[in-house]
């Protein structure tokens, strides 16, 4: 019987693994913090060890703290704490195993705009009984340094046997005796699942698959009952949780839609080196061979022709997975890894269908037993700014622009210094701002993910902000419309100095938005803070806003499908922020005026000065003073100043009877009973009147069994206490649900998924950056406000400084 292999994974600077013999104590999984000596207890109730046992030297190296935390980081243990090395220094751990891996941090992060790195190794097993592991200094520049926050050790069972090699079937990989290391692990058409709810004791983390698929072609995603069992038949449950296979991506009901496009992700990997995909699959909703066939492409190459799960599994809820590797040569762009699903219709199946549950994608150490690949390169726009951020004077050390954190990273060596300083460990030096005339402070993150403006150039673009290009006013200040670049469209948010909506929601919006990235969610395309100005840039939406679609009179009036549609994309951007990564995110600002429309009618939620994230949320809420909108404010949330998901969920069922009765969330000039919406609809739907609210541009025009499932989800998004309301996934689902029943009142001969599909033209998308921000982030939009009617007061800010 073949040995154990090791699990490997760390937080780290530079790496260079070595065995060694030694006595073998029993093996013990380890979660070590850097630099603290008393441990501690990360965000995921995991608990972590000081280092300092485990140090064959402790004094090359320098412990130290940081002082302030990036919002991006998912816990203060470990990475808060850091062990600094400026001489060779080595770690001697009782485990199994050796490899070699060599990385700098300092220029990864810098490029992939992250505030810290993960890397995680699956090392083969070998004759020995001990591990070293030494960092060592780059000699290649003066004054440079190695640095860890945390390293974990793990024992493992044997989770590698052999793979089919992708154009050569008769020839499969051995890959037992390889090193691996994670590239990718993603729990597709699911949430994200932290270690502590992780197969055996691996702790390994499960991402959302939705920021690597390519186009607007999302297919749909489906949870399983929760009375549906999963059984561990034919592999073992430590391969993967329960949780992987409950959850899954299709490609939709209607063949005549999923015969136009194939469910396809793509992963930028390095050159030169054969990659491990393994697919997980569970069938929990068909029962029979023959209803979902679907052939597999990676790399535009057939891995499988004729898959069908159930007839791998033999019947449902049993989970199995396939292990395909192949060889990705380098070529003159970018190195792609493309994973595509694609009906089979020659085995005429019932369904012209896929299915996908998880997906992991691992590097496979070459002949030498190297990982090694090249850091990832800065891009021409982050190379240009640091150029040009170089050349300018500062005005004086007390006041500094964000671009003083963006010291030549490139450079290396010294340079790094600062660099990690700020963005690995979290420290920010915290600068003096002036309400009317001051600079900001952006993080480095967020600053170098999205383009600094002149206030030349935004003068410009506005024609010196003229009025008759604004476009809309918000508590923030007025929006413009504006031309960048000769022929680009943007809008830009410009702070009226006397808002309330200041510095803090300036930063918040920035620093939220720079890492961010999904479809249904508003993309920032940059900033300006010259001469105390404070200015936002984002794409311009065509459409402009949902209310002034729904009872402003000047705009084009939308179908009820138009309307569920957009109500659709809105979820789908909430529901991504709420359960999308490490974070929860809270809009705390939902509403109308803040679903803006491209010129495709998507929907995409924007405004996000007011967000709140929160790196625990096991307490289920944040505290906060109350903000937000009247109309629209959660009640729970303003009687107890504690701030939950659910808070945007009661906002979004206001939402949805404004769609539905196109009337405003708060309207005065109507009798007590009816001002607010929320009110009256509760009142309406309780008494069986509703329809006599309705939109009268709907009459006649909304399904019985639609109008019944909409009205029902919105009279539970607004119930009184949080925990009675649904979640953003299930307000999704039952969304997806009523269109169905719109457009087939007659029902449909399968259970209804959850999840949405866009059928727009695949969007032309920039891997590199599109890539690199998730990882271990979110994602966010932002915002483009409306003038408002006079008498509809949506922007009041409750209680702004505790008053």
């Known amino acids: 019987m073949r040995s154990n292999g090791i699990f490997l994974s760390l937080i780290c600077l530079s790496l260079l693994f070595n065995s060694i013999k030694s006595s073998s104590p029993d093996l013990k999984p380890l979660a070590l913090i850097c630099g603290n000596k008393d441990g501690g207890t990360d965000s995921d109730g995991r608990k972590w060890e000081s280092d300092a046992t485990y140090l064959v030297s402790a004094d090359k190296s320098v412990e130290a703290a940081a002082q302030f935390q990036d919002p991006s980081l998912p816990s203060q243990i470990p990475y808060m704490n850091g062990r600094f090395f400026t001489s060779e220094t080595t770690y001697r751990f009782p485990i199994n195993g050796r490899s070699r891996y060599f990385l700098s941090a300092a220029i990864a992060a810098q490029a992939l705009t992250q505030a810290y790195i993960m890397k995680e190794f699956s090392l083969a097993p070998l004759n020995s009984d001990s591990l070293s592991v030494t960092f060592k200094p780059s000699d290649k520049y003066n004054g440079s340094f190695a640095f860890?926050?945390?390293i974990e050790v793990m024992p493992s069972p044997n989770l590698f046997d052999s793979a089919s090699m992708v154009g050569f079937e008769e020839q499969p990989l051995d890959t037992s005796s390889s090193h691996v290391q994670t590239m990718w692990r993603l729990n597709v058409g699911g949430q994200y699942i932290p270690p502590t709810n992780d197969s055996s004791s691996l702790a390994r983390s499960w991402y959302d698959d939705t920021p690597y698929i390519y186009s607007g072609a999302l297919g749909v995603t489906s949870q399983a009952e929760n009375n549906f069992t999963i059984a561990y038949k034919n592999i073992s449950a430590a391969i993967a949780p329960v949780e992987v296979y409950q959850t899954s991506r299709q490609m939709g009901l209607d063949g005549n839609v999923t015969r136009k496009f194939n469910l396809t992700w793509g992963f930028q990997v390095d050159a030169n080196f054969t990659y491990l995909v393994r697919l997980h699959f569970c069938e929990y909703q068909l029962s029979n061979i023959n209803e979902r066939v679907f052939n597999i492409y990676i790399n535009n190459q057939t891995a499988m022709e004729d898959a069908d799960v159930l007839a791998w599994s033999g019947r449902p809820g049993i989970p199995i997975y396939k292990d395909y590797a192949i060889y990705v040569p380098e070529t003159l762009g970018d190195e792609m890894l493309w994973l595509a699903l694609w009906p089979d219709n020659t085995m005429r199946p019932e369904y012209f269908d896929a299915i996908l549950n998880g997906l992991e994608i691992f590097k496979l150490s070459d002949t030498n037993s190297n990982l090694a690949g090249p850091n990832p390169t800065i891009s021409d726009m982050m190379q240009k700014q640091l150029q040009e951020a170089a050349k300018r004077p500062f005005e004086n050390q007390g006041k500094k622009t964000y671009t003083t954190a963006l010291i030549g990273g490139a450079a290396g060596g010294a340079a790094a210094f600062a660099?990690?300083?700020v963005a690995l460990l979290g420290y920010k030096q915290k600068k003096e701002t002036a309400r009317n005339h001051g600079s900001t402070t952006i993080f480095p993150d967020a600053a170098a993910n999205c383009r600094y403006f002149s206030l030349g150039e935004i003068q410009h673009a506005t024609k010196n902000f003229e009025e008759s290009n604004v476009i809309g006013v918000g508590g923030f200040g007025k929006v413009y419309k504006g031309i960048i670049d000769g022929a680009t469209k943007v809008a830009i948010k410009r702070s009226n100095p006397s808002s309330e909506q200041g510095v803090n929601e300036f930063q918040t919006e920035i620093e939220m938005l720079s890492k961010l990235r999904h479809r249904h969610l508003v993309s920032l395309i940059?900033?300006?803070e010259d001469n105390g100005e404070m200015i936002l840039v984002y794409d311009y939406m065509g459409h402009g806003t949902l209310r002034e679609h729904l009872y402003k009179g000047n705009k084009i009036t939308l179908s009820w499908k138009q309307r569920l549609e957009i109500c659709i994309g809105a979820a789908r951007g909430l529901h991504y922020l709420h359960t999308g990564a490490k974070y929860t995110i809270i809009h705390r600002d939902v509403k109308t005026t803040n679903i803006l429309l491209d010129e495709k009618w998507v929907a995409k939620v924007s405004d996000f000065g007011l967000s709140k994230t929160g790196p625990n949320m096991n307490q289920g809420h944040v505290s906060t003073v109350v903000k937000g909108s009247f109309g629209y404010l959660d009640p729970e949330y303003f009687r107890r100043q504690q701030l939950t998901e659910k808070s945007d969920v009661y906002s979004f069922g206001v939402v949805l009877f404004e769609v539905l009765c196109a009337r405003p969330a708060l309207n005065p000039s109507l009798p007590k009973e009816q001002v607010s919406l929320a009110d009256w609809a509760l009142h309406c739907q309780r008494k069986g009147t509703l329809e006599d609210i309705v939109d009268p541009q709907l009459k006649g025009k909304i399904s019985p069994e639609c109008l019944k499932k909409f009205a029902e989800l919105a009279e539970k998004c607004l119930a009184d206490h949080g925990t009675d309301r649904p979640s953003m996934g299930d307000v999704l689902w039952n969304l997806e649900f009523a269109?169905?029943?719109?457009?087939?009142?007659?029902?449909?001969?399968?259970?209804?998924?959850?999840?949405?599909?866009?059928?727009?033209?695949?969007?032309?998308?920039?891997?590199?950056?599109?890539?690199?921000?998730?990882?271990?982030?979110?994602?966010?939009g932002s915002e483009h406000d409306e003038k408002e009617s006079e008498d509809v007061p949506d922007d009041i800010i409750v209680n702004p400084k505790g008053q």
């Open 148 to 150: 860890v926050n945390g």
């Open 419 to 421: 660099f990690v300083a």
């Open 526 to 528: 940059g900033f300006c």
């Open 739 to 780: 269109l169905q029943m719109q457009e087939n009142p007659e029902g449909s001969s399968r259970k209804p998924t959850s999840g949405s599909m866009d059928y727009d033209t695949p969007e032309v998308i920039n891997h590199s950056s599109f890539l690199a921000m998730h990882r271990n982030t979110l994602s966010l």
